[in-house]
C-alpha cells in the first residue's frame, strides 16, 4: 500500500512539473535561450537552450522520486514506521514543484525586464 501511494505521488508530481514546463514553453515561444542562475543582484549568470531549460527540473526528479521509491524497497524501515516514506516522498515532490515554479516564474520576470 505505501509503495502504491509513493508510486502515484511520483507520477502526480512528474505530471505536474511536465505541465508547468508545456504552459512555460507556450508563454515564452520566442526565446531560444532561458535563464537558468541569478546573481543575488539579479543579474542572469547563464543561460540554457530552452528545452534544456524547461525539462531540467523534471528529468531531475524523476531520477530523485526513483531514488526515494527504490530505497523504500531495498531498506526496510523500522516495523511501524512503513508510513513515513509517504511524507518524505510527498514533501520531495511538492518542494521539485515549488522550485520548478519559482524558477519558472524567475524566467518569465527576467524576460519582461
Do not use: Y
Request: hydrophobic share 65%; net charge positive; charged share 15%.
Amino acid at each position: 500500500m505505501v509503495l502504491a501511494v509513493q508510486i502515484l505521488v511520483a507520477f502526480m508530481t512528474e505530471a505536474l512539473l511536465i505541465a508547468l514546463s508545456i504552459v512555460a514553453a507556450r508563454r515564452l515561444k520566442g526565446h531560444a535561450k532561458l535563464p537558468m542562475q541569478w546573481q543575488l543582484d539579479g543579474r542572469v549568470t547563464w543561460m540554457a537552450p530552452k528545452r534544456f531549460a524547461l525539462a531540467f527540473t523534471p528529468v531531475l526528479t524523476v531520477f530523485v522520486l526513483a531514488a526515494i521509491v527504490a530505497l523504500s524497497l531495498i531498506v526496510k524501515p523500522r516495523s511501524g514506521q512503513e508510513w513515513m516514506m509517504i511524507p518524505v516522498t510527498l514533501f520531495v515532490g511538492f518542494t521539485a514543484v515549488s522550485v520548478h515554479a519559482f524558477h519558472l516564474w524567475m524566467m518569465k520576470k527576467h524576460l519582461k525586464a
